[in-house]
């Protein structure tokens, strides 16, 4: 049985984060899912993943920030990158500082991975953290994947515009790191124009992260 918690936590300078908290019995594992900035957990990818997950036992965290409106949006580079950091701290200390589990996934998703990249040091390296489409241009989420230690798994198209293929080569070159490049692929993992080929794309994406889970 899965019962559902919703709540809102009071974010950086007024950036209230909405939440919403799958649980379920007899579980010891939980993951938390930082979507991105416009691509919502109900979105495709995460939509897909987060049923995987579930069907996996665990419960689910879903961070329903609003990176698209006020006052994010009118807030200063440093205050963007302030708020991240700020609200993926808040879902640690208030919410996961509750709860028992025995093991932990982070997924993000764009944004998401910056997210991500602000919280590893509180994470210990047997976390499983998956990054879809990371921001391979912003230097400090680069750079905390580079220094990240933990069992890890990328996923990014070639035609994404913050694919960056120097950066991804060396994820590829890290032991920790199971990576994932499509061909073709944008920053939703779509195919231009082949709605078909996406769907099947989708079953992969969905399958790789399911081997990475076992």
Request: proline share 4%.
């Amino acid at each position: 049985m899965i019962t559902v918690e919703k709540g809102i936590l009071e974010g950086y300078k007024g950036s209230n984060v909405p939440y919403s908290f799958l649980k379920q019995e007899s579980s010891s594992k939980v993951a938390v899912i930082f979507p991105g900035q416009g691509y919502t957990n109900q979105a495709p990818l995460l939509y897909y993943s987060t049923s995987l997950l579930v069907s996996e036992g665990y419960h689910v965290l879903h961070m329903n920030y609003q990176y698209h409106t006020e006052p994010y949006t009118s807030f200063s580079d440093e205050e963007k990158k302030a708020c991240i950091r700020y609200n993926a701290e808040k879902a640690f200390t208030e919410i996961l500082s509750q709860t028992d589990f025995s093991e932990l996934l982070i997924l993000g998703k764009s944004i998401g991975t910056a997210s991500i990249a602000s919280i590893l040091g509180k994470l210990t390296e047997n976390t499983k953290v998956v990054w879809l489409t990371p921001l391979l241009t912003r230097d400090e989420t680069f750079h905390a994947m580079m220094d990240w230690n933990g069992p890890s798994l990328s996923i990014i198209g070639d035609e994404d515009p913050i694919y960056r293929s120097e950066r991804w080569k060396e994820l590829e070159e890290k032991a920790n790191y199971k990576t994932k490049l499509y061909s073709g692929a944008d920053h939703s993992l779509d195919l231009k124009n082949k709605p078909v080929e996406s769907i099947q794309l989708m079953e992969k994406v969905i399958q790789t992260i399911k081997e990475f889970l076992q």
